[in-house]
T-cell receptor, first 115, second 112 residues
Framework: DAGVIQSPRHEVTEMGQEVTLRCKPI?????LFWYRQTMMRGLELLIY????????DSGMPEDRFSAKMPNASFSTLKIQPSEPRDSAVYFC?????????????FGSGTRLTVV | KQEVTQIPAALSVPEGENLVLNCSFT??????LQWFRQDPGKGLTSLLL?????REQTSGRLNASLDKSSGRSTLYIAASQPGDSATYLC???????????FGQGTELSVKP
């Protein structure tokens, strides 16, 4: 398996523009997570899905952020409109609950810069 | 609300030293605890996973322990090497096996 795949790796956009981040989890994993990492706040959970259903979105900062998981192999995180304070590295991770092995697998992240 | 704290925030040691990184968590009702490594500008790599019923896990020069009742975990690195330089993150999973809550990390520098 190629692991968790995120795209793009880097994104630079102007304030007010829409940004869409993409994630392909490991095949067979039933949990998918979106995290944001900044120097000030560390790693924060934004939202997670179980079997494509959003379970906890309490970490989504505001209505400008939305996430979808239309099928087991694809998820998106959208920011509209983007703001400079959204600049961060966004990680996607997947896991298989109850497997007892391997824990969570993270993607390489998308570094977002909003100017 | 679960909170995870890592001490120290940064650590610099000479090559060859054995060292211990500390992690504490406020709610002992966890499903498991995981240690990750993050290199600058990179993603997270899972190092060790300890289930709530386990006391420790070992992988090569790494040994992680878990004392759930006291809310503590340690990561022991034996015979440190410059290649061990990275940020080490501790994270706990809630009792439903869902979300990971991360500590702020310990930035380790091993000097040749």
């Amino acid at each position: 398996d190629a692991g968790v795949i995120q795209s793009p790796r880097h994104e630079v956009t102007e304030m007010g523009q829409e940004v869409t981040l993409r994630c392909k989890p490991i095949s067979g994993h039933d949990y998918l997570f979106w995290y944001r990492q900044t120097m000030m706040r560390g790693l924060e959970l934004l939202i997670y899905f179980n079997n494509n259903v959003p379970i906890d979105d309490s970490g989504m900062p505001e209505d400008r952020f939305s996430a979808k998981m239309p099928n087991a192999s694809f998820s998106t995180l959208k920011i509209q409109p983007s703001e400079p304070r959204d600049s961060a590295v966004y990680f996607c991770a997947s896991s298989l609950r109850g497997a007892g092995m391997g824990g969570y697998t993270f993607g390489s992240g998308t570094r977002l810069t909003v100017v | 609300k679960q909170e995870v704290t890592q001490i120290p925030a940064a650590l610099s040691v000479p090559e060859g030293e054995n060292l211990v990184l500390n992690c504490s968590f406020t709610d002992s009702a966890i499903y498991n605890l995981q240690w990750f490594r993050q290199d600058p500008g990179k993603g997270l790599t899972s190092l060790l996973l300890i289930q709530s019923s386990q006391r420790e896990q070992t992988s090569g020069r790494l040994n992680a322990s878990l004392d759930k009742s006291s809310g503590r975990s340690t990561l022991y690195i034996a015979a440190s090497q410059p290649g061990d330089s990275a940020t080490y993150l501790c994270a706990v999973t809630d009792n439903q096996g869902g979300k990971l809550i991360f500590g702020q990390g310990t930035e380790l520098s091993v000097k040749p």
